[in-house]
């Protein structure tokens, strides 16, 4: 019923910064925890970070903890994902969808990370 499109996604150079946004369409984005996640090249698809559907509990993966931040506007219905300090290892294709059950994933957006 929730269309996502993420955006935000570009070339950065290792230490630089990004914020993706995660736009949703639909009546129900409100009641779902969001996440992020993310699919490296020759890797699988890989939790990132998650989000309550208040915005009052997050939760991340080790390898971006004290580095990405996720926050939503549930009125704007838009999830963010501010990345700093980033690495090439961060180098991937991000999506956004519910969690920690996703449904339909979308295009995502490209990250890729020079060192």
Not at 50 to 71: C, H, L, M, P, Q
Request: charged content about 20%.
């Amino acid at each position: 019923q929730v269309q996502l499109v993420e955006s935000g996604g570009g070339l950065v150079q290792a230490g630089g910064s990004l914020r993706l946004s995660c736009a949703a369409s639909g009546r129900t984005f409100r009641v779902y925890a969001m996440g992020w996640f993310r699919q490296a090249p020759g890797k699988e698809r890989e939790f990132v970070t998650a989000i309550s559907w208040s915005g009052e509990n997050t939760y991340s993966a080790d390898s971006v903890k004290g580095r990405f931040t996720i926050s939503r506007d549930n009125a704007k219905k838009t999830v963010y994902l501010q990345m700093n300090s980033l690495k090439a290892e961060d180098t991937a294709v991000y999506y956004c969808n519910r969690a920690p059950v996703t449904n339909y994933w979308g295009q995502g957006t490209q990250v890729t990370v020079s060192s």
